[in-house]
């Protein structure tokens, strides 16, 4: 049997990380006495690495203020993590199920997220999660989604091919990513960009929860 890899994104797919991430957001444009963006921007941008990430959000500011402000998100993240107010980053319900579903049919699990390593390392372990996925690919040693080398490393670490593998996200820098690659790309609903957005993007198909994720990975 080939091998099969998920791939799941983390923002927005497997857990709701918004509200930490919004109000990281503003701290740093405060930092930088600029406007804060509006929530639903700074929700369209998650899952690019930073500075790609600042420089749609500060279309007209150059390269160096873009890469200023992605350090300092960092800091004011890393503070929010200092005083403990980080919000709860719930999971979405029904993901550990789905993922022992996954499990149990010979699925190989993987995350490919514009997180750090250690954002990451923190998120998962705060979940208990850790130990069930066997590639872990982030924005420390990657190009930003769409570029597919999160994807194509995913596919080394689990000795997989292309066509034995799945990208799960819910923006259309994962679907972009999954196809640059030429793995399917699965959109799930409940995150950050419209279902409509994901279909545009090359969502095979959008899911509405994680039962019918769940359902689709292992009947099609």
Known sequence: MSIRLAIFDCDGTLM?????????MDACFDMNRLPPPAANATRRIVGLSLPEA???L?????AALHDKMAEDYKTC???MRAEAA??????YEGVLETLVRLEEAGWLLGIATGKSDRGLELALDYHGLGGRFMTLQTADRHPSK???AMVLQALRDAGAEAEGALMIGDTIFDMAMGQNAGVRSLGVAWG???????????????????????DYILTS
């Open 16 to 24: 709701d990380s918004q509200a930490n991430i919004v109000a990281a």
């Open 54 to 56: 600042m420089a749609q």
């Open 58 to 62: 500060v279309p007209e500011a150059e």
């Open 77 to 79: 993240f890393k503070r």
């Open 86 to 91: 980080l919000a709860h980053e719930p999971l």
């Open 146 to 148: 769409p570029h597919p």
């Open 192 to 214: 950050y960009h419209a279902p409509e957005e994901l279909t545009e993007a090359g969502a095979v198909a959008v899911l509405d929860d994680y039962s019918a994720l769940g």
